[in-house]
């Protein structure tokens, strides 16, 4: 009987900045690819990338959250996706850290954005394009979950909730929600009693963002000697701002009045005040705590450090950076300590080449020592802090295609494997040999183009022609550099006739790569030249061009 079993499974990250969640206890990643789920372990020393997808959904999945039964401690997976649905899996035990489903909940009558779990309440909040907001308590048992609808929040036609968080202000006591989304206000609800009155009451309404609000994050402070909680909001308007919950009362300092010599006539800019609510018999405040400003683009994602001994906030931006910031234990004052990503002058653009088009998830690891993001296109980028040298040194990620692939051809002694995609883009993928370890991965695209692709075939060793939507079969020359790469990291060795081309670029405004020192293409093609691979000419790591027209 044949037994197959899965390889190697390459596949592209969902843009969506709820759309992936990195279990703090398992160490397993898992984000949004496509209609599917994909099961990720960063962590993995023989580098595998993904090893399993989730199928179920219908439309594309859009939020990501792990949780774990407060009771028996079985691991599961929340996803909801585009096609109305929230989907609860079950952990399977194994080698490898599967999930089986267990149960579809079923309400919403538009597109799921983001979701948040309580993990020691069994709550799970869920926000959609319906203007809604819905708690749903998930009773986790041996043979499955079982659910419940609660309450539901309506936004619309206020907004639409794009962010949420949730979180227990004390042990077995009330519960704090913090909803926003397509304005620049952040609402917070209070649950004073989970097992009596389920409905959700508005207890403070939190201004200061100039424009739509991203993300959400809560945690402990762990500088606060009353359990205080703090409350990171990420927006579009560039700027992260704190907020801190706390039991009692506050009393702020009166503002600078207008004698203030330095303030002179002019109105502050940042102003503070504390919201006063009570729950469960307490009085809360809510007050503004720090601004956190460097980013010079849209924040998508705000995480904190699940490690107990560090209070760090990791930010993803459309600025192609990811910044921990941290406070100073001297001042107090909210710093950036670490920024990694890219420096580019295309902020807001998109290439098929790495990140550029900003960062639209960072998560840390469940250590800390670990932060990953996944790019505009797809693909995961990945940080690990060196103690020793005290600096953070990217490794090894994963990337695939993120829309449909249209063709897959081999090398003809099978030395690679070719795919194209609706994506615009060709990839090669090969084993990588090292210290008697073997892992496949995507070593370089060969072709990123302005028309989707539609078919791939190979002419040879070194040697492929592709298909697009513009009628145009173009086929490509293997370079020198891509030759060596394979032969050193894959031990194959190419039997190519003729000499292989130095190296090949992207020319700007061109739809296809050329040999370096190949004679400019003419202005035909120029013209119908498409504005994405503006910049890619930087590229050495694609193949070298002729065309075919077709009629």
Known sequence: MVSITSDYISVGGNRHPAAADWDVQSGVLAFGADNNVALWDPKDKFQCGVYSL?????????AVKFCTCPTTSTKFLITASADHTVRIWQAVTGTRLQFKHAQTLEGHTSSINTIAVCDGAGLVASGAADGSVKIWRITFQDEGAKSELLTTIIMKPRFFPLALALKSLQADGPMILAVAGTTNIVHIY???DLLGDTSFRLAA??????????SLSFTRDKQSKTGDILLASASQDKYIRLWRIQRGEVTLAAPAGDEDPVLGELEPTLSNKAHQFNAAGSKYSVTFEALLFGNEDWIYTTTWNPNPERQQLLSASADNTLTIWEQDTVSGVWVSAERMGEISVQKGSTTATGSTGGFWIGLWSPDGNQVVSLGRTGSWRAWSYDADADVWVQTLGISGHVRSVNGVRWEPSGGYLLSTSADQTTRLHAQ?????KQSWHEFSRPQIHGYDLNCVDTLGPARFVSGADEKLLRVFNEPKPIAK?????????????GEL???????VLGLSNQSMGEAPMGEGEGEEANATNIGQARQIRQY?????SHP
């Open 205 to 214: 309404v939190l201004s200061g963002h100039e424009a739509w609000v991203r």
């Open 54 to 62: 989730l199928v179920g959904h219908t439309d594309k999945v859009n």
């Open 190 to 192: 209070i649950l004073e």
């Open 485 to 497: 790469l394979l032969e050193k990291l894959s031990a194959f060795k190419q039997l190519a006739e």
């Open 501 to 507: 081309p130095d190296t090949a670029q992207i020319p």
């Open 432 to 436: 990588w040999l090292r210290d008697g």
């Open 544 to 548: 070298s061009r002729i065309q075919i």
